[in-house]
């Protein structure tokens, strides 16, 4: 039997991170090489030309999983149907701009999204929101899809994660096959924590297999800090990097994650680790028939407890700020 297209849709599709993003979608990177998928492209008025310039060359690589292309500028008729849903569009950061600063600009366009999504969207939707402040954009989009089980809104901390992961392997001369179970904790801004204390590499303790002075001067820094010192570089926030972490998040998502190994992705908190319930954090997940779960039972010594706190409290604080603007 023939499968049925998966209806995908991309918001700021003309957008950096649209653009490095769509082909692989269109190629069968983002669900399988089986998989036939149709695009649906939502953006704002002023871009939809562009978005259509995009769909061109979309045509014109012939890629022959892909089934259809729509382009619009109605929220409504983007996620109508939609099986995935990846929320990009949003205003990117730019040089000397605060993520705090973004709450405001951002907040509005994921409250009509999530009301959008909850009125239109196919059952098993998948929600990953990439556009910044990605954990609060999301908990703005989750809090206006009553309908959709919450689960299903999920914020990219994958590209934190691969970041960590091409650190380590360049400081103990590994493969980045060869480290398993790391961490990205919290929210994804500057004070995210990323974790090796649970990362293993060849099986032992990733965290005993540096020096501590690196660990926390160097190593957690780099990581933190690597989309602002992208910005800093490009003069544009990091575009191919995160097009390739949204495709592995969605990817696994549906496929599942490796046996003997997790990944990150902010996820909606059941209270797991002290996240308070509902917020929308970053943590150890591994995907099985088609969820991401939080794992469980992993030691959190002080060091670890202190930053995850911290940056789960700039989670809490988001959230309030949104409450205020009454966006949630
Ligand atoms: P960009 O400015 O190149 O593109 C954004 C696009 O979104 C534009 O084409 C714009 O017209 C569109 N847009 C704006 N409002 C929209 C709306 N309401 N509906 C549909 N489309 C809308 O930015 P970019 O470089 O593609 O980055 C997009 C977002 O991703 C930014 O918020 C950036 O900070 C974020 N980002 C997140 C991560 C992550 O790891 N989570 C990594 C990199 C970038
Ligand atoms: C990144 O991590 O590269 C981006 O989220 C940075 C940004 O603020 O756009």
Redesign the pocket.
């Known amino acids: 039997m023939t499968q049925a297209p998966v209806n995908v849709t991309v918001?700021?599709?003309?957008?950096?991170?649209?653009y490095a993003l769509l082909f692989r979608i269109a190629s069968g990177q983002l669900l399988g090489a089986d998989t036939p998928v149709k695009l649906r492209l939502?953006?704002?008025p002023?871009?939809v030309k562009?978005a259509e310039g995009t769909a061109m060359e979309l045509d014109d690589c012939a890629f022959p999983l892909l089934k259809g292309i729509d382009i619009t500028d109605d929220?409504k008729k983007a996620f109508d149907g939609t099986n995935v849903a990846l929320l990009?569009?949003?205003?990117?950061?730019t040089k000397g701009m605060e993520r705090g600063d973004?709450l405001a600009a951002?907040g509005g366009?994921f409250k009509p999204?999530g009301e959008a999504i909850n009125a239109g969207a196919a059952d098993d939707v998948r929600v990953l929101v990439?556009?910044?402040p990605?954990n609060t954009n999301a908990l703005i989009a989750q809090a206006h899809a009553p309908d959709v089980p919450a689960e299903r809104f999920t914020?990219?901390?994958r590209?934190?994660h691969n970041r960590a992961l091409s650190q380590l392997s360049a400081k103990l001369g590994v493969a980045v096959t060869d480290i398993k179970k790391l961490t990205i904790w919290g929210n994804?801004s500057a004070t995210q924590y990323p974790d090796l204390f649970n990362a293993e590499v060849g099986g032992k303790v990733a965290a005993e297999q540096v020096e501590q002075e690196w660990l926390k001067d160097t190593f957690i820094p780099t990581v933190a800090k690597r989309?602002a010192a992208i910005i800093e570089a490009r003069g544009?926030?990091?575009?191919a990097s995160?097009a390739n972490?949204a495709i592995d998040h969605v990817y696994d998502w549906v496929n599942g994650t490796p046996e003997g190994d997790w990944t990150s992705a902010a996820v909606v908190s059941d209270g797991s680790y002290g996240v308070p319930e509902g917020l929308i954090s970053s943590f150890p997940v591994v995907s099985r028939n088609g969820r991401y779960e939080i794992v469980q039972g992993l030691e959190i010594g002080e060091f670890s407890r202190e930053r995850i706190d911290a940056s789960v409290q700039e989670l809490i604080e988001e959230r309030d700020a949104v409450k205020q603007l009454g966006l949630i």
């Open positions: 918001t700021g599709a003309a957008g950096q991170i649209g939502l953006e704002i002023q871009a562009a929220a990009v569009g949003a205003r990117p950061r973004l951002n366009i999204q990439v556009g910044n990605a914020a990219m901390t590209l934190d994804h989309g544009a926030s990091s575009a995160a972490a």
